[in-house]
Structures are given as structure tokens and as C-alpha cells.
């Protein structure tokens, strides 16, 4: 298949995934699904909590000035991607959890965190630690495929998945343009997002890891492939 990708992330992660996949000798094309923005929120007493959760760098973004009375906590973050945006926010204990959301959850010293998230998210429990979350951004989808995701299609592109949430929308956004999805191959960051495209399409792999990287080289060894299948 062609080395053309199509990149359906928020920005500014689409940019920095579409800067990868150039360095892989991909062409990247960037059309969002979703739409990022603050949320107000009410911060806690954060002398009540002994560190921070972050599962998204749109959370370090979006938390605004009140993340500043955080700073001083132990940020736990999943991906380097949110590790290196919970850096610019200003936290400077930041810790990189190895996978998901339950791993960054399971390095958590103490008794309480604090779990700055999206509107659309997953409840993270831990037994003997009380999670506490607020959320301060907001990611609506868009109501329309993006004209650039249908060219893309058109051309042959491999559609990158990286979330449950995002293989569910593209799919319905792709049905309502009448995309034909035995002619589309997919690309997944994990086996949920895999499954919430549903069935039908040409082709659909999964990332080894959970990380945008692992994505990227999937898609490198899938447009290496006639039928964009990885080969053993």
C-alpha cells in the first residue's frame, strides 16, 4: 500500500505525530476529529493530595493558572508526549508511567491524587488510594469526516487510530460520508480502539505499545505491505 497516513488526533498532537511519520518517510496528512478546549474548574486544597495524574498532555495544557498550586506534587503522567507537556506547565517532578492509565495509577505514592482528565475519560481506581478527578478540558467531535480525511481515503491512506474514542467517531463520520470500509485499513493504538472501529474494514492491526512511536512503526511496516497486512 501507499506511504500515505491519515492522522484523525487533536492538535497539537496531530502535528507531532505527523513530524514522526515524516522522519519514518511517511506522508502525513493531519484531519482531527476533535476539537480541544478549557473547561472551568475548581480546584481542591492541594495540601489534601500527594501527587497529580495526568493521562492526557491536553490536561497539563487545559488545567489554565489554577495548576499552579499543583506544582509542588510528584506529576504522574502516561507517555512522554504528556510527560513533556506537564514539563512545560511547569511541574518539575514528573514521572513517565510504562503504558496506560492503571500503570501511571500504579506508581502513586501516598494516599490521594489528584486526576486532572478530559470530559470523556476512564475512571482510574487503585485500591487503597482515592482518586479524585476534575475535569478541566473538553474534546467535542467534529460533526462532518474532515474534506482532508475523504481525499486521504480516496488516495489510499492507512487511517491511525490512537483511541477507543476516535475508532468509534471515525467510524460513524466514515459511514455518514459513505466511505466504503472494505476499502480502508486501519491502524490501532491498542486492541480497544481496534474493537471500537467495528467490523467490515479492508484491513486492522494493533500497535505493539500503546504509544504513538509504536503506532508510527506499525504503520511504516504496514506501508511496506501490498495488502498492508505486517508480515511475520
Given at each position: ?145 474532515p474534506a482532508e480525511a475523504a481525499a ?81
Amino acid at each position: 500500500m501507499s506511504g500515505l497516513v491519515l492522522l484523525l488526533r487533536p492538535e497539537p498532537g496531530a502535528s507531532a505525530s505527523a513530524e514522526r511519520a515524516r522522519r519514518l518517510g511517511l506522508e502525513a496528512v493531519a484531519a482531527p476529529l476533535f476539537v480541544v478546549r478549557p473547561v472551568a474548574w475548581d480546584a481542591p486544597d492541594a495540601l489534601s493530595f500527594d501527587a497529580i495524574l495526568l493521562t492526557s498532555a491536553s490536561a497539563a495544557r487545559a488545567a489554565g493558572p489554577q495548576r499552579e498550586r499543583f506544582l509542588r506534587l510528584p506529576c504522574h503522567t502516561v507517555g512522554e508526549a504528556t510527560a513533556a507537556a506537564a514539563r512545560e506547565a511547569g511541574f518539575s517532578d514528573v514521572r513517565t508511567g510504562p503504558a496506560d492509565g492503571g500503570a501511571a495509577l500504579a506508581e502513586v505514592s501516598g494516599e490521594r491524587v489528584l486526576h486532572l482528565c478530559g470530559r470523556d475519560h476512564i475512571a482510574l481506581e487503585r485500591r487503597g488510594l482515592t482518586v479524585e478527578r476534575r475535569i478541566v478540558y473538553a474534546a467535542d467531535a467534529v460533526e462532518a469526516l474532515p474534506a482532508e480525511a475523504a481525499a486521504a481515503l480516496d488516495r489510499g491512506a492507512l487511517a491511525l487510530i490512537h483511541s477507543p474514542r476516535a475508532g468509534a467517531v471515525f467510524a460513524w463520520l466514515a459511514d455518514r460520508a459513505g466511505v466504503p470500509r472494505a476499502s480502508v485499513s486501519l491502524a490501532a493504538i491498542s486492541e480497544a480502539a481496534a474493537v471500537a472501529t467495528g467490523a467490515g474494514w479492508r484491513s486492522i492491526a494493533c500497535a505493539g505499545r500503546p504509544r504513538d512511536e509504536a503506532l508510527l512503526e506499525l504503520a511504516r511496516q504496514l506501508c511496506q505491505t501490498a495488502d498492508g497486512r505486517v508480515r511475520e
